[in-house]
């Protein structure tokens, strides 16, 4: 489909998968809603694009990566792929910061702004769409359970606790903030996944997550956890804002 107010983006993946696996394609767009309706008639399809080699149709985008012996996305497959970015990224991050700041990467800074700016983006993950996140931690956070809006306010609590952690600011607020919610996340998560055996999906990345409920929500709440211990005990002139 090509026409003025939309462009298939399946069809130029569709086009582009040909394309790259060595096939010489003639395509054949579909301009106008008759065109469409006239194909989909012909060829009794509900969908386009439609991919025909040799004169036998294979079918869409998804056939087509199947007909080529390619895995095919499963939207509903669990993966740890949303977490592993966010970590990589604030990693990436934190010695950029580092090596900005005090011209190396290895620091004790980096380690800091790294859970630091972990907890900031883990917060906005969960606040693109807070009441699907909050529906989700509802299935396994203890004090959710027994206060419905804690779901509401705990992105809020952890992006705070963030900013003000890579700031090196107000730690009377930070620490605290910090400790409450990563040792109830810890809790909650140790009973329902090691105690009750459930399997879930972990809501740490947002509503829409396909992260399991395990290692990853235990590792984010220990991180806070061991955060603010060590904002606690760490020596004086040592780590943000030497």
Known sequence: MKMSDHLCPHGLKTLDLLRREGFSVADHPLTSRAEIDAFKARHDVDTTPQVFIKGQRIGGYED????????????????????????????AMALAVSWASQGRLATIAAAEWFIALSMCLLALQKLK?????????????????????????????????GVLMAAGALMWISVPVALFIGTIGAVSVVKAVYIDRRALKCACVGGDSKVPLGF???????????????????????????
């Open 129 to 161: 769409d807070i009441d699907g996140f909050a529906t989700m931690f509802l299935n396994y956070d203890l004090l959710a359970q027994r206060w419905v809006r804690y779901g509401h306010v705990y992105p809020f609590a952890e992006g705070l606790a």
């Open 216 to 242: 990853v929500s235990l590792t984010e709440n220990l991180m806070m956890i061991g955060m603010a211990v060590w904002m606690l005990l760490k020596p004086a002139g040592i780590g943000i804002g030497q």
């Open 64 to 91: 087509l990566l199947r007909h080529l012996g390619k895995p095919v996305p499963d939207p509903e497959a669990v993966s740890y792929r949303p977490v592993i970015a966010l970590f990589a990224m604030a990693g």
